[in-house]
DNA sequence: ACATCATATGCAAATATTATAATATTTTTA
DNA sequence: TAAAAATATTATAATATTTGCATATGATGT
């Protein structure tokens, strides 16, 4: 299982515009980086930038094919995300069921003890 | 259907490891601040920042009980894309069927034609 | 009204991310 | 082997993110 560190890692690696640009190309097919260039409306060394930044991590890697660098998707919850991010959300989560606001308090937790004294007032 | 910079944006506010923990907690239920000062150990008014980003996204949201705020998840995107995080991928995506690297150039797509002149060379 | 609890806010310092520009590397072809 | 094509690397400047700390705010009970 993915630790915290690296689900932390993996979201701050897909979240840019550029690369989130490349993964969904990749998604379609082995891709080198003139391709890239093509629609991408970003500098050649920038997106060489970002396929390394992905690569490093482990998200896409690459074959040689004569001087072209064919870059292909490796990670294989990378489509998954994409695919999530590309769906339609039309409503919101339903609202948790002790609202509305009360003035008696129903808060469904148990309250925490006070830090440092023994057991305050009361525990809800 | 979410923007690019939309999506770029849920991920980067997703993409802490106080966040990630906070919705992962929020996806069992409704919780407030001090709950959550209980097993983050990070300052309190450091969790109410990352709170209030979340909130500023439209992620989460509050109700007032007494005096405690009460969080509870808004974006239907999060449970999908915390649970995705927590899923095991033991397999790399299969390699593409063009490897393995050739001599003369087996790329799958078409070469772009050069920048300024017409078009150069032969378009393989 | 006052003390207290629960939480938020503002700001500066530390860090991380990104784009740009210049240059280097590698492979192929002539 | 030199030139060209395709791509990578490095340093740097600009910007964004994150944290810590001090303090502020708002609700509740007395």
Same mark, same amino acid.
């Given at each position: 299982?993915?630790?915290?560190?690296?689900?932390?890692?993996?979201?701050?690696?897909?979240?840019?515009?550029?690369?989130?640009?490349?993964?969904?190309?990749?998604?379609?097919?082995?891709?080198?980086?003139?391709?890239?260039?093509?629609?991408?409306?970003?500098?050649?060394?920038?997106?060489?930038?970002?396929?390394?930044?992905?690569?490093?991590?482990?998200?896409?890697?690459?074959?040689?094919? =004569?001087?072209? @660098?064919?870059?292909?998707?490796?990670? !294989?919850?990378?489509? *998954? %995300?994409?695919?999530?991010?590309?769906?339609?959300?039309?409503?919101?989560?339903?609202?948790?069921?002790?609202?509305?606001?009360?003035?008696?308090?129903?808060?469904? =937790?148990?309250? @925490?003890?006070?830090?440092?004294?023994? !057991?305050?007032?009361? *525990? %809800?």
């Amino acid at each position: 299982m993915r630790s915290l560190g690296q689900k932390v890692e993996l979201l701050r690696i897909i979240a840019h515009p550029v690369r989130i640009r490349i993964l969904e190309e990749l998604m379609k097919g082995v891709k080198c980086v003139s391709d890239f260039e093509e629609f991408l409306d970003v500098s050649q060394p920038n997106i060489s930038q970002h396929l390394g930044l992905l690569r490093n991590h482990g998200v896409i890697d690459y074959y040689m094919d =004569g001087r072209l @660098r064919c870059y292909y998707l490796v990670d !294989p919850i990378i489509p *998954e %995300i994409i695919e999530l991010l590309g769906r339609d959300y039309p409503e919101a989560l339903p609202a948790p069921a002790c609202c509305p606001v009360t003035r008696r308090g129903k808060y469904p =937790g148990k309250r @925490r003890r006070r830090k440092g004294r023994g !057991p305050s007032a009361r *525990e %809800i």
